[in-house]
């Protein structure tokens, strides 16, 4: 062997660290064009939410008993419910309910769930097994039920059920924060942090957290998912936001009483929900395919 | 001349990446004629390993192509359609594997998966092919074959699961038997097993082998004829004594050069760098004795120190059991000095490195750094000692942060530790770089820009940065390539010439250690059982595990080929005890100045 | 073995205990008194003090806690507020219904769900691989309350196969009818997460080594499939199967709203409704039984497919 030193190398300058991931990101997606198609659908859902109030052809609480249980028309695009109010308008505005409630469940399940995981993973021993235990208990209960039971104790206000949800996915979230917190503090390089000094939480957020935010990050547009399904199920029971605030699951709720001479009322809000959650399930499981480590070098 | 068992023409396998074709094998021929073991043998990367594949026709058919001839005992395999070739597989041609934890199905009885190939090729019903199987265990010599036969492999351990794989291999009593590096993942011990049995049962069963691996040592204790990959082709071929003797390829005089070789160092005092060859020329460099390093004063000072831990189970998680990783382990190290630990897995080399950065918590004994004790330290003692005491690590492809860049890593305990501010950390990043062997504009990269070898040279400039006395090395080079190996040794030694380093080295691997150490300590299950100066221990070994250890190592010279070691069952004890145990009491005699050995029970005499 | 199930065993009877005091605590430190939650807004101080009583929240707390508990132990659950019967009468009286619907829609669910992954996995990347993955991935996204009325729709008003108020008793046919649509929403569901995670492993086990040390003695391919992955596969299965049991007793409570069938989803709606708070301290305990014994029952399955488990 040449005693040469390594070859040079290439005089490219240094990429940033929001660089790489943003082409990891982007490798991930071309590997899985269906990912594009779902990031596409949610994000015009997240813009027709947001334009809800310019683009809604009507108030969505506005009644008009003369037009009730109407068909489409131009002037009702999807037609009108039991109290003539604007469908389309309702679904419209029901988005911005669905996302807001999705959104902020999720974040703030992420954020102590993955907190509690990582620091499961990391102190492990009894402190794990105790917090693992009562995470997979709650894991195991029904989120549905318990999430009924939660909002109908404190009651169905926006805060309540974004609590609700929030707890139903938190252990969910200690999970998947968990097991990569382990695989990665059995790498040599965390146990070459400990040797060099560094301190527990500068590994754990410096140095752990990065390695397993990718994982984290797809996990959670799965249980967004989830947690919009969630929020239109309360409301489909009865727990979601009180009437004539416009959900979706409560617009079901009301179709579903007249489904059977006018099920269309049921059926728009029902495939508006399907939309939304197949487009993140679609987004989340391809970066999924892409992130996870186990699959590649196999496409 | 009688014909080959197996002749392959011109092979070439290609994989398919990013939708070009790549070859992996290029153009390779070589016959194998009844009876003979061909070693193929190259570092990683070769594509010794898809050879062995592509014969098998085991790659997977989406995203890879095997062109040329392969044919056994004259018949063509790679036009046979894949109901043929299944036929042929298990049948023929069997194959055993590198990992032997991995390569058994953890759902069915070791008995049944050895049987299987005698119902699918022998169509033999069940109950004769578990007394054939039966029968097959027993000449694999596996203890107690009877009441193992229904286990499965995870009662097993690597040893024991290699001879499963060889009799499940031999079953159907193959023509060529491909080992793929069946040895890699044992001890030396059990490799001397493993190999002594392959070399038994082929002189029995008449089969040819085709042997696989990366070590020299191996190659020359088994094969008859050599093929030498580098990089896809063939660079050499020949019979081992040709190849080892008049090595004609720079490549093969190259990894020769490379390879460290057991007992080659006696008159020396200290340890020596590796020869570097260069591949194009095949010129070669001297190599040189390593200056006096060794101070007077001794750095560390481990007096019986203990590491244990608890092995919890059953309803109540009571204490069940504990492993007695270090059992009064002492030693001294000298500033400047290298103390080699080595042993076989579960000895404890690696649990002593670690009680000693308190990585793991030692159970009991004193640890004595730069006069101060160790184990007695707060948080903040903990902290400046470790700026002191380094260590590096087996994996090069774990120990970087995949997501810090290497200036940010090696400028990290820098600034964490307030040596320096921003600016002068990034100086001395490149410092350390340069100190290394790398340029220092490697510091905007990421570590998977940088080869294996490449990488190790980072973690010790990563290791340097806090201008530690003393590195704990755990298996630093063991994972690398032969001639990357001695690079980075050759680091290694010119690092402790420069800056007076006490290296405590902690390595399986007899050969470098002989190359690189002062002082030896040998371990055996949690204890020293014989620790001196090098040559002392190499040259007159006392005790039994030593010299057992020793005699295990592949020698890199094909005369040694007629020296058969017997066959030995003995398996690698393991340290874990019941609750109860209390270790015997120990006492060291003094053989030489500095060499000590422990004194051993009859237990040892009758091995 | 023994040792395994016992300490199972006793995690169960731990767990039991903690969701009980939580139930007991949660009703009482919650916002709202239990009493005038059930009276409403206009309630009397008479009558708040009455049903405060009446639920036995006048007494000391300790010896409330003392009561529940053993009560729950002896079986004594308290009566429903609404109709007076026994809580426990009224929760097994429903018990059976949602016991074979989700039992069902499990069958259902492994039945199309195993083989299809095991098809999806072995057939990677090309065409059947894409639509299966595409269409277990839509069967996840349901709501089942959506997919249910889904149903209901097509096959119950547009087609007229099914009764769309499920009648019940009587002749067989009149059982399966009615069980038929509710279990096969649950079902579809069901197997769409059994593809998928059949797919997942499957493509992880296909990769070990020891599915090529099969292949190198010759096994045939089918053989390699079903007996040498399939069986490894299947641990990890289990494991996911037993999680997903919390998605599918939520997804009974919709069913048997949508197909207005009894069960304990409609019996824990109708509690909320009602404010039958004694119901729903009965429905939580049962709730937690039925998760603790799904546990145990997914521990043992997990036992009984990988021999590495015994030795714990």
Known sequence: MTQTSPPSPAPAPAPSPLAVALAATIRAFNTNKTSWIGLGVFLAVVVLAIMAPWIAPHDPLEQDVFSRLQGPSAEYPLGTDYFGRCILSRLLHGA?????????????????????????????????????QTMDVLLAFPALILGLIIVAMLGPTLVNIVIAIALTSIPAFARIARAPTISVKEREFVEACRALGYSDARIMFLHILPNIFAEILVMSSLWLASAIRTEASLAFIGLGLRPPIPTWGGMIREGFENILDSYWLALAPGVAILIVVFALNLLGDGLRDAVDPKLKGET | MTPPVLSIRSLTTSFRVDRAWRPVVEDLSF??????????????????SVTALSVMRLLPAANSRVEGQIALAGRELLPLPEAEMRRVRGNDIAMIFQEPMTSLNP??????????????????????????????????????????????????????????????ALACRPKLLIADE??????????????????????????????????????????????????????????????????????????????????????????????????????????????????????????????????????????????????????????????????????????????????????????????????????????????????????????????????????????VHGLAGKAEARERVASLLRKVGLPPDAAGRFPHEFSGGQRQRLCIARALALEPRLIVADEAVSALDVSIK?????????????????????????????????????????????????????????????????????????????????????????PVRPPDYLPPPRSYREISPGHLVQAWGEEWDRT | ???????????????????????????????????????????????????????????????????????????????????????????????????????????????????LGVWAATNRNRLIDYVTRLASLLGLSFPAFVSGILLLIF????????????????????????????????????????????????????????????????????????????????????T?????????????????????????????????????????????????????????????????????????
């Open chain 1, 96 to 132: 911005r309910y669905s996302l807001l409630i999705g959104v902020a469940s999720t974040l703030a399940a992420m954020l102590i769930g993955s907190a509690i995981g990582i620091l499961a993973g990391w102190y492990g021993g009894r402190f794990d097994v105790i917090v693992m």
């Open chain 2, 486 to 574: 001695a690079q980075v040794l050759n680091l290694m030694l010119d690092l402790q010439a420069e800056l007076g380093l006490a290296y405590l080295f902690i390595s399986h691997d007899i050969a470098v250690v002989e190359r690189v150490s002062h002082r030896i300590a040998v371990m055996y299950l949690g204890e020293i059982v014989e620790i001196g100066p090098r040559a002392a221990i190499f040259e007159s070994p006392q005790h039994p595990y030593t010299k057992r250890l020793m005699a295990a190592v592949p020698v890199p010279d094909p005369d040694h080929r007629a020296i058969r070691r017997g066959l030995s069952g003995a398996e690698i004890r393991s």
């Open chain 3, 1 to 115: 073995m023994t040792a395994f199930v016992v300490k199972r065993l006793g995690f169960a009877l731990v767990t039991l205990w903690a969701v009980l005091t939580l139930v007991f605590f949660i009703v009482r430190v919650l916002p709202g008194d239990p009493a005038q939650v059930i009276l409403g807004d206009q309630a009397t101080a008479g009558a708040i003090e009455a049903m405060r009583a009446r639920l036995g929240l006048d007494r000391p707390l300790a010896v409330q806690y003392a009561e529940f508990l053993f009560g729950v132990l002896r079986g004594e659950w308290g009566v429903s507020l609404v109709t007076g019967r026994p809580v426990l009468v009224e929760v097994m009286s429903v018990l059976p219904w949602t016991i074979e619907l989700t039992v069902a829609a499990l069958v259902i669910g492994a039945l199309i769900g195993i083989p």
């Open chain 2, 182 to 415: 069946p040895t890699t993942a044992l001890d030396v011990t059990i490799q001397a097993q493993i190999l002594e049995l392959i070399k038994m049962l082929q002189e029995e069963e008449g089969m040819s082998v085709l042997f696989i691996t990366h070590d020299m040592g191996v190659v020359a204790e088994i094969a008859d004829r050599v093929v030498v990959m580098y990089k896809g082709k063939a660079v050499e071929t020949g019979s081992t004594a040709e190849v080892f003797r008049t090595p004609r390829a720079p490549y093969t005089r190259a990894l020769l050069a490379a390879v460290p070789r057991l007992g080659s160092m006696a008159g020396r005092a200290r340890p020596m760098r590796f020869p570097m060859v260069d591949i194009a020329t095949g010129g070669s460099d001297e190599p040189t004795e390593t200056p006096d390093t060794v101070a007077e004063r001794p750095l560390l000072e481990v007096s019986d120190l203990v590491t244990r831990f608890d092995i919890r189970g059953g309803v109540l998680s009571r204490i069940r059991g504990r492993v007695h990783a270090v059992e009064k382990v002492s030693f001294t190290l000298h500033a400047g000095e290298t103390l080699a630990l080595v042993g076989e897995s579960g000895c404890g080399k690696s649990t002593t490195g670690r009680s000693i950065l308190r990585l793991v918590p030692p159970t009991s004994g004193r640890i004595l750094f730069e006069g101060r004790d160790v184990a007695a330290l707060d948080r903040a003692g903990l902290r400046q000692m470790r700026r002191r005491m380094q260590m590096i690590f087996q994996d090069p492809y774990a120990s970087l942060n995949p997501r810090k860049t290497v200036g940010g890593a090696l400028a990290e305990p820098i600034i």
């Open chain 2, 107 to 168: 759902v069915l009885t070791v008995g049944f998966q050895v049987a299987e190939a005698l119902v699918y090729h022998r169509a033999l019903d069940r109950s004769a092919a578990e007394a054939e199987a039966l029968r097959l265990f027993e000449r694999v010599r596996i203890p107690a074959a009877r009441s193992r036969f229904h286990e499965y492999p995870h009662h097993f351990s690597g040893g024991m699961r290699q001879r499963v794989m060889i009799a499940m």
């Open chain 3, 240 to 312: 996911v199967v037993g999680l997903y049991l919390g998605v599918l007793i939520g997804n009974s409570v919709l069913t048997e709203i949508v197909f207005n069938r009894p069960g304990l989803g409609k019996l824990i709606v109708g509690a909320l409704n009602q404010r039958d708070y004694t119901m729903l301290q009965g429905m939580m305990v049962i709730y937690t039984l039925v998760v603790i014994v799904v546990n145990l029952l997914t521990d043992l399955a997990y036992g009984a497919a990988d021999p590495r488990v015994k030795l714990k």
């Open chain 2, 31 to 48: 016959d194998i004629a009844p009876r003979e073991t061909v070693a193929v043998v190259g570092e990683s990367g070769s594509g010794k």
């Open chain 3, 155 to 238: 096959f119950g008003i547009q087609l007229r196969w099914f009764p769309v108020i499920s009648a019940q008793s009587g002749s067989l046919s009149a059982w399966f009818l009615s069980l038929a649509l509710p279990a096969l929403n649950l079902g579809l569901i069901m197997a769409a997460y059994i593809t998928r995670v059949t797919r997942s492993a499957m493509l992880e086990v296909l990769q070990e080594d020891y599915v090529r040390t099969a292949r190198a003695k010759g096994v045939p391919w089918r053989a390699v499939v079903w007996r040498h992955a399939l069986r490894n596969a299947l641990i990890p299965v289990i």
